[in-house]
């Protein structure tokens, strides 16, 4: 960098080292036995999703254990999948909903309940936890709060109906988890994941 004079616009972070496991095992790599696994391959395994979220998991100074098996695991175990499921379940309610949808009738007031409150603060964290991702340049806090998000809206999800009589409290729900869906997205174009509408 310091040879084509760019040293002071790139800042490069060195990851530690990352270990991987599978089937229970920690998975044997040498350098200097040539036994190693390539990023290409690793990404034929488990998919540039996994990937990428795996590796952003933790901040770059600290090392961490990818769980191969866990990576491609279709459950709530796996904070990929957990993450674009909140967002695919967020889809199929809208395709059955939308059409009720009235932002007139919108009233943040009617959001009273626990999980209500506690997706709406979520929601509220999300430019802050943004800035601080990019002025610490750990892109870790972006996965993790991926996962909350989450984590927040199935919390929601299992608590109140959004197809619910009340016109008022249904538009209201639905502008909440269509602003839930937007921020996931948000988030996860910013690690580079796919947001897919149905899982």
């Known amino acids: 960098l310091e040879a084509v004079g760019i040293k002071d616009k790139l800042e490069v ?14 998975v044997r790599v040498s350098k200097r036995k ?8 690793l990404i034929d395994q488990i998919g540039k999703d996994a990937a990428r979220f ?29 993450v674009q499921y909140a967002h695919a379940r967020i889809s199929s309610i809208l395709r059955k909903v939308i059409d009720d949808f009235n932002k007139e009738l919108v009233n ?3 959001l009273t309940t626990d999980e209500e409150i506690a997706l709406l603060e979520m929601l509220s964290k999300f430019p802050e936890e943004v ?4 002025e610490t340049l750990d ?15 199935h919390s929601f999800y299992n608590a ?18 269509q602003a839930t869906k937007q921020v996931l997205q948000n988030c996860s174009k910013l690690l ?3 947001t897919p509408e149905k899982m």
């Open 54 to 82: 795996f590796f952003n998991l933790r901040s770059p100074d600290s090392q961490f254990e990818l769980d191969i098996e866990l990576a491609i695991k279709e459950s709530n175990d796996n904070p990929v999948f957990y």
């Open 131 to 134: 800035l601080i991702a990019q």
């Open 192 to 194: 580079g994941i796919e």
């Open 108 to 110: 943040p007031e009617l």
């Open 139 to 153: 892109p870790s806090r972006l996965t993790h709060y991926a996962t909350d998000l989450a984590s927040a809206f």
């Open 13 to 26: 972070l060195t990851m530690q080292l990352v270990r991987l496991k599978k089937n229970e095992e920690m």
């Open 34 to 41: 040539g036994n190693t696994i390539s990023l290409t391959d």
């Open 160 to 177: 109140c109906r959004v197809d619910v009589d009340d016109p008022n409290l249904k538009s209201t729900r639905i502008a909440l988890i």
